[in-house]
């Protein structure tokens, strides 16, 4: 015990542990060494950000999805899945309602849809620049080449986020179909990066056949990327997938890696995510007080809500949801902190 706290103490120091510490810390940690770890982690963050949540308002444009991962429930091969489509004045109108609630930054998000074209997503991007100059755009519609990267990035997106979902090769092919790779995935990550943008890697906690190695492996990964964002949520079964019987990963063990990730990298942007929020009633607000500093409501219209989901008894897809915003800032408040209402970009360390 006493062990864990100076491994603790070392990770706040020298923002990074070497393999076998991260291993020895997720596999022994306790009640006592978590609240150790998150009172470093909520001190960092209000240090950073003193008691402001950025807030992202998340508009799930379409359900249609060319990939097959394993775990997801929109996943190609899920023929029961009611699939929509949202148009670019659906989606412009999605952002005037976010940006009168006071969003000042928009995550599009959806599946690899073909059907929108590199034109067309850099025609969407663009009016929502036009119509919202000081609003920033994030990105997250899955694995493009550079120069599609590049064509969106120059028509004013300002970040992307694309989980790594695993770090280890061996690992992610267990979750995917042999056309997708790990390979392919950190090579957009890095494409991303190098154009420019605001980039969010991350990976699910407790998915099919991970090993704590893995998840210190993700840690090691992340640190090496030094990405912007980083998005993690408990795996959470869907009962139409491959891995419908596998069971759904550790609230403990998802607030810990917040933390963890709290101390190495200071000024990271970390959401509470709705996955987190799915497996407990307050997991977003745990969240929060384990380190996390950002939440995404969802903006996408109440009738499409129903048509996206991922995972089982996803929260906010009821008729009482259409107002997350006030909602998760009331969640806020409970618990002391507050939402911002500017773009919340990175702000890099002084050095
Ligand atoms: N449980 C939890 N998270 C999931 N995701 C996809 N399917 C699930 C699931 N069953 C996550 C993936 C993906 C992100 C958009 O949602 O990490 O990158
Ligand atoms: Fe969506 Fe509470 S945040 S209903």
Known sequence: MGNLKELIDKLENKRILSL???????????????NYLFEKARNTSKKYFGNKIYTRGLIEFTNYCK???FYCGIRRSNVDVERYRLSKEDILNCCENGYELGFRTFVLQGGEDLHYSDDYIV????????????TAITLSIGEKSYESYEKYYKAGADRYLLRHETANFKHYSMLHP?????????????DLKKIGY???AGFMVGSPYQTIENIAEDLIFINDLQPQMVGIGPFIPHHATPFSDFPQG???MTLFLIGILRLMIPNLLIPATTALGTIDPNGREKGILAGAN????NLSPVKVRKQYLLYDNKICTGEEAAECRFCL??????????????????????K
């Open 294 to 297: 950002v939440v995404m409501p």
């Open 329 to 350: 800032a009331n969640r806020m408040k409970k618990i002391g902190y507050e939402l911002a209402v500017d773009r919340g970009d990175f702000v890099p360390l002084e």
């Open 178 to 190: 042999e056309n997708q790779t790990a390979k392919a995935r950190q090579q957009c990550l890095r």
């Open 20 to 34: 076998e510490e991260f291993i020895e810390l997720l596999s022994n940690f306790t009640e006592e060494t978590s």
């Open 123 to 134: 025609e969407i991007v663009s009016e929502i620049k036009k119509r919202f100059p000081d």
């Open 67 to 69: 990939n097959d991962c």
């Open 250 to 252: 550790s609230l403990d």
């Open 198 to 200: 605001q980039v969010g």
